[in-house]
């Protein structure tokens, strides 16, 4: 079974930057596709982020140029560095995990579907 706890949300005034954790209890994440979603309320969670065993990523447009992920296999740890935040980057952000594969930084990797394990997510608030 693996287990995801995501940390690091707080509440930041427009503009500032928060970095995500999300520590996953697998062997060793080396073998996994790891994601970051979102969810606002009254919306659907949506795919923000996700990185591949091979550390190649895939970025929603929303967030490309603001948002980055990356990983340390040392730690099983996987990062969301958010930059430049705005009031619409809102949500309870969650991660996800699933056996790495081509689809984690194509299309598939931005729908919930495909992602086995999640965590229980970290609410992220951006005011203006």
């Known amino acids: 079974q693996v287990q995801l706890v995501e940390s690091g949300g707080a509440s930041v005034q427009a503009g500032g930057s928060l970095r995500l954790s999300c520590a996953v209890s697998a062997y060793t994440i080396s073998s996994y596709c790891v994601g970051w979603f979102r969810q606002a309320p009254g919306k659907e969670r949506e795919g923000v982020a996700s990185i591949n065993s091979d550390g190649s990523t895939r970025y929603a447009d929303s967030v490309k140029g603001r948002f980055t992920i990356s990983k340390d296999n040392a730690k099983n740890t996987v990062y969301l560095q958010m930059n430049s935040l705005k009031p619409e980057d809102t949500a309870m952000y969650y991660c996800?995990?699933?056996?790495?594969?081509?689809?984690?930084?194509?299309?598939?990797?931005?729908?919930?579907?495909?992602?086995?394990?999640w965590g229980q997510g970290t609410q992220v608030t951006v005011s203006s």
């Open positions: 996800a995990a699933d056996r790495a594969g081509s689809w984690c930084v194509g299309f598939h990797g931005s729908l919930k579907v495909w992602y086995a394990y």
